[in-house]
């Protein structure tokens, strides 16, 4: 009854207003509400990219079970069955002595907003640039630069330039983490070929669709791996590789981190805020020291197997959440879907 004392009895009684407010511990009827900074924890459409979701947000707001009801249905076990089988194939990834962090200050959540630079110093310390020889390596890096940043502006690619998305693909499709992710989709009877499951990988990732004015502005490898900017903030932008790049030539200034994942070797996993030459990014979450491969391999996974869910992944005996996004129009391909977007938002 307490909650209905007008506020200025209240405070004649000497009760705070934290007396009278009783912050909601649980989504309960609440998934995907406002944001509203006075709850103890949050239920909201990005609360596990900024880590602060009740704990039951998982079990009353996602939809884990994806294609329960379909005649091919993908398990939440096979997902991670099939995430491990990949982990362990990355032969590509940086060994421990390749990459040397310094991630300085770390914040909480409510900070991210601030815009405040914690961390003097790059993020990168060293990066043995010999890992950038590697066939994978490479044609990720000729891609990083065929896109202007700036949404609203229409992508054009060269003969050459197209040619640098086959050879990508084609480079990845060597791998075992790619053959493993083709062998467990072509048991699910998504693809009946490995050619069919590459030119579907080329459109749904470098498929161009208009997230401004212009059409054929973005697609869903520009916005994951190169980086946006749309209305003066920086989208997208999850790659290692890409920032390393950046923050080397000046372009990316580290502010701090909000998370580090539980890994003790590489792949791990950093949430981070940083700057992009005047553009400030939020909060970017992102694998550190995995091949290009394996980042492309469980984010098309769970594009293929969660489109537009939360997907549930375990990599070397630890969780892991990848949400993805797709992108509804235009579409190839009877109705497929453009990838819009695909991030890390939880791992523990």
């Not at 511990?25 to 239920?43: M, N």
């Not at 909060?283 to 549930?312: D, H, M, N, T």
Request: hydrophobic share 30%.
């Amino acid at each position: 009854m307490r909650a209905c004392i007008p506020l200025a009895l209240a405070v004649l009684c000497g009760l705070a207003w934290a007396d009278l407010y009783s912050a909601p511990t649980s989504c309960q009827g609440r998934c995907y509400e406002a944001f509203d900074k006075h709850h103890k924890c949050h239920c909201n459409a990005r609360c596990q990219e900024f880590g602060n979701c009740c704990k039951d947000f998982e079990s009353l707001c996602s939809d884990r079970e994806g294609f329960s009801y379909s005649s091919d249905a993908i398990t939440k076990e096979e997902i991670q069955s099939i995430s491990e089988k990949i982990y362990r194939a990355d032969t590509n990834k940086a060994q421990k002595e390749d990459i040397v962090l310094n991630r300085q200050n770390r914040i909480s959540p409510s900070e991210t907003r601030d815009q405040v630079d914690h961390c003097p110093k790059p993020l990168f310390t060293y990066v043995n640039e010999k890992l950038f020889s590697k066939p994978t390596y490479a044609a990720f890096i000729n891609l990083l630069n065929n896109y202007q940043r700036a949404t609203g502006h229409g992508e054009y690619f060269s003969a050459q330039q197209l040619a640098e998305q086959d050879t990508f693909l084609r480079e990845i499709m060597k791998t075992a983490v790619m053959k493993e992710l083709y062998s467990f989709l072509h048991h699910q009877n998504r693809y009946g070929s490995e050619q069919e499951f590459v030119d579907d990988l080329k459109n749904m990732w470098f498929g161009l669709y208009s997230r401004g004015k212009e059409e054929g502005d973005s697609s869903g490898f520009e916005h994951v791996f190169s980086g946006e900017v749309k209305k003066g903030k920086v989208t997208g932008f999850h790659n290692w590789i890409r920032f390393y790049l950046q923050e080397k030539e000046g372009l990316v200034d580290y502010y701090s981190h909000i998370f580090d994942g539980p890994w003790d070797s590489y792949p791990d996993v950093l949430a981070m805020q940083f700057n992009w030459d005047g553009y400030y990014k939020e909060v970017g979450s992102a694998f550190i020291g995995s091949s290009p491969e394996f980042e492309f391999a469980l984010y098309s996974l769970c594009f293929i197997a969660r489109p537009g869910k939360v997907c549930q992944l375990s990599l070397g005996g630890y969780p892991l959440a990848i949400r993805t996004y797709s992108w509804d129009s235009p579409t190839y391909g009877n109705g497929k879907k453009y990838i819009a977007t695909a991030y890390i938002v939880s791992s523990t």
